[in-house]
């Protein structure tokens, strides 16, 4: 490969790689060097089509000329400024168009720099938020068996994915979790919202008659589970959420990372699905991968209530040097722009039926077990092989690349979330390399 000054180097060792099998990827590495639109190209020139948004993030296609002008422009103009104390005009419009997007009530902003600090974020302004209403007993967090919330602890201790928890201490305490939603027995090769499992949400119940309601703080849940292998919310089960939550004065956090920003055909999911919480996390598709940056929506209540005491006093005790960073900012601004120009959620909605057809397609091709779809999500899950739990879907995304389309993988399962401007044609080739592949290995 050549580095970053133009010579050869070999050397991949430095870099400790996230989230990867640093040895087998540095034994044959697939490095990627641009990006436009759909496609990826790799180091060896060969075009690569986006079935995955980078990880879900990438919804406005790759580089944008707008947004890469917006990015250029704000660096040249004014690189950065203070966050804290100090302020700067991007940063307040990117917050009132998001709030605008939003159903009313869900107007206020607070900028992170990703998912993971977005979630830390929300669950300490929902500690914070009733220490302040005189409700300080409200400690505990409520998060979800499968859940992923990232990897800060606050994250991984709301978080139900045994891999990213196991092997690092005892988290946070007073945390609690329902049961996950996946019922392949009851839902398998549903299309679109599986019809059983809404009842799951009385867990929530249970869970508060355990505790007491006044020890529950709030109950975080992706309202589509993404990285656990893509887990949709059954028929009512969200709703239920809402109400047992309203009921007993416990806030809900919807984790929206991967379904912000037009990924179901609508805004939100709080949007698609009608419901609507207290919180949501945001990062990802806010500025289309382009710059990291994240957020938390809050509602005008918890607001509100921190907008108390004397007016020269800090309110929350929280923030990051780079909380609603101008170059993030401005490519926030661009990226809306973009998906409002473009009408990408609605091209994203009217995609949706040929997407759910496409991943059904793959009923009864070797090794698949169950198919999900929503939006333009699909998930393929695959019948590990005995004793070696993710290595036949690992193999599929080795195939499919090696054919130029790259997919996820998460355990056995193929999780699909492609960038928003995708074509007919993009699906297909997708789907027919996959059903190739599949096909092709063990
Ligand atoms: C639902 C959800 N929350 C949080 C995160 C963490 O985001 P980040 O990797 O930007 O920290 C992710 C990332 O995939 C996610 O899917």
Known sequence: MTNTSGT????LDAFWMPFTANRQFKANPRMLVSAKGMHY????GGKVLDGTAGLWCVNAGHSPDRIVKAVSEQIAEMDYAPAFQMGHPKVFELAARISAMLPNGLDHVFFTNSGSESVDTALKIALAYHRAKGD???????????GYHGVGFGGISVGGI?????????LLTGV?????THLPEKNAFSRGIPEHGG???DELERIVTLHDASTIAAVIVEPVAGSTGVIL????????LRDICDKHGILLIFDEVITGFGRLGASFATEYFGVKPDMITMAKGLTSGTIPMGGVICSKEIYDTFMNGPENMIELFHGYTYSGHPVAAAAGLATLDVYKEEGLFERANDLAGYWEDAVHSLKGAPHVIDLRNLGLIGAIELEPIPGKPTARAFEAFLKCYEKGVLIRTTGDIIALSPPLIIEKEHIDQIFDT???????IA
């Open 199 to 201: 009842d799951l949400a």
């Open 162 to 170: 045994v891999a990213n928890r196991k092997t690092f201490g005892t």
């Open 41 to 44: 190209t790799n180091a060896e």
């Open 8 to 11: 050869a180097s070999n050397n």
């Open 176 to 180: 609690d979790h329902m049961p996950h």
């Open 136 to 146: 300080g007993t409200r400690t505990r967090l409520i998060g979800r068996e499968r």
């Open 434 to 440: 996959i059903r190739t592949v599949l096909g092709e």
């Open 233 to 240: 919310p059954p028929k009512g089960y969200l709703q239920r």
